[in-house]
């Protein structure tokens, strides 16, 4: 079974700090994505990479950054925590061969900005 | 640009009711089509898929059909559980592996 696997369930920071969200797959994934999920607006796509160093903007990238130094691990990071930030993050990963596009979620990371 | 539309929530039903959440979207082409289930404090996890018109995804009691002329693709079960208490999210494939979600649907199923 695929295994997606976030740092933290719950984090709570203060307005200003540098949070890092850690996200981690087993399956050799290549591509990876950071999304939030706000009550009635879905999930909206943070960032993306389709490989190793990769990243590309999805959505709403503003006041966020992420680094993929190694294939398995996608970060993401809050440069300075506001608290509009707060929300659950969802990492997920995907193939891109087969055409399957189904992809993997982790549990999520309620981040509290405070 | 493409985007994904569902029917608003709380849905509240009886076991063992029918179920019908509302799915539609608007893309260029003909993406692939998805239902994904988040239960209570987890992530989600895909139900059922269908990946041309006409298709029928299927899983778990799960049913939706891929309708290009309505552009639709809702998700139907004939008896709902207790456990199929859950957040419902309709997905589009968006290009590059990306999949663009609907708002979901929240379901809440009484004994």
């Known amino acids: 079974d695929v295994k997606v696997t976030q740092s933290s369930r719950y984090l709570v920071k203060r307005t200003g700090e540098k949070v890092f969200l850690e996200c981690v797959q087993d399956?050799?994934?290549?591509?990876m994505f950071w999304y939030r999920q706000d009550p009635g607006l879905g999930l909206r796509l943070i960032y993306f990479s389709y490989d190793v160093k990769m990243k590309e903007k999805g959505d709403i990238p503003e006041g966020y950054s992420v680094s993929r130094e190694k294939k398995e691990r996608f970060s993401l990071i809050l440069e300075s925590a506001s608290t509009n930030q707060t929300s659950m993050y969802l990492c997920a990963s995907t193939l891109t061969s087969g055409g399957s596009y189904e992809q993997y979620f982790g549990p999520g990371t309620r981040l509290t900005v405070t | 640009g493409d985007s994904v539309t569902q029917m608003e929530g709380p849905v509240t039903l009886s076991e063992e009711a029918f179920l019908t959440i509302n799915c539609t979207y608007t893309?260029?082409?003909?993406?692939?089509l998805f239902w994904y289930v988040q239960y209570p404090g987890e992530g989600l996890q895909l139900l059922l898929k269908a990946t041309k018109a006409d298709d029928k995804g299927s899983n778990k009691g799960f049913e939706a059909t891929y309708r290009k002329e309505t552009t639709s693709f809702h998700l139907e079960k004939g008896s709902v559980q207790v456990s199929d208490s859950a957040v419902y999210f309709c997905a589009l494939e968006g290009g590059y592996n990306k999949l663009i979600f609907g708002a979901g649907t929240r379901l809440a199923v009484h004994p």
């Open positions: 399956m050799d994934h290549e591509n």
């Open positions: 893309a260029t082409g003909y993406p692939s």
